[in-house]
């Protein structure tokens, strides 16, 4: 079974600033997907970023950008030059053959100003 | 862009009520979701259902049914409301295809109360 671990419920970053969001996952296949998903204060959750596990080149967009260990199982999130905007509900989630993502608990960022 | 829509985006049912919430995604995507979200408990799969007809359970089905009749609505039941059912509900679609290479589109979520 997968699973997905976030051990920071909560994060505050100065704007500006840099901030890094931990996640780790378990799985047994070879094969799977990891993704970063934000979820603003009464807004839609949508997509911040996404890594192929076969693939060693860390994912970026924009200020966003992962650091990708596979044998550690490890998958961050890095966001750079922190905005307002970004403050939200950070969910990191796995997905394999069975088709289903699964999430971790979230971590709430604020970002001070 | 694709849509997911949520018909209703606050509900206040009574236990032992049976309660519908309607998703539909306006992008022909074969694939839906539902999702039960909980402070401290993240996001936990109730059923996902691949085509028309099709469903399949996820973590946490119990006191939960799905209905997908037509390709672009998915339907979560609660048959008999209780109290550990309040929450929030998400509804997402994305694709067929290689999983996890689809990327899911989310509705704006439906807050459940159940006194």
């Known amino acids: 079974a997968q699973t997905v671990t976030q051990s920071q419920p909560e994060m505050s970053v100065q704007e500006a600033e840099t901030v890094t969001l931990s996640c780790t996952y378990d799985t047994s296949e070879s094969d799977y997907y990891l993704f970063w998903y934000k979820q603003p204060p009464s807004r839609q959750m949508i997509l911040v970023i996404r890594q192929e596990a076969y693939k060693q080149q860390n994912a970026t967009e924009n200020r966003f950008s992962v650091n990708f260990q596979k044998a550690a199982k490890s998958f961050s999130l890095k966001i750079s030059d922190s905005q307002l905007g970004d403050a939200a509900m950070y969910f990191c989630a796995s997905c394999g053959a069975t088709n289903k993502l699964i999430f971790g608990t979230g971590t709430l960022l604020a970002v001070q100003p | 862009d694709v849509k997911v829509t949520q018909s209703s985006r606050y509900l206040v049912k009574r236990t032992g009520e049976k309660v519908f919430l309607e998703c539909v995604q306006d992008m022909d995507h074969e694939n839906m979701f539902w999702y039960r979200q909980d402070p401290g408990l993240g996001l936990r799969l109730i059923y996902f259902?691949?085509?028309?007809?099709?469903?399949e359970k996820g973590d946490i089905p119990e006191g939960y049914s799905v209905s997908r009749e037509k390709k672009e609505r998915f339907s979560l039941i609660l048959e008999s409301a209780s109290t550990n059912q309040t929450s929030m509900y998400l509804c997402a679609s994305r694709v067929g295809g290689t999983p996890g290479a689809n990327v899911l589109t989310f509705g704006a979520g439906s807050r459940l109360t159940v006194l």
């Open positions: 259902s691949y085509d028309v007809k099709m469903k």
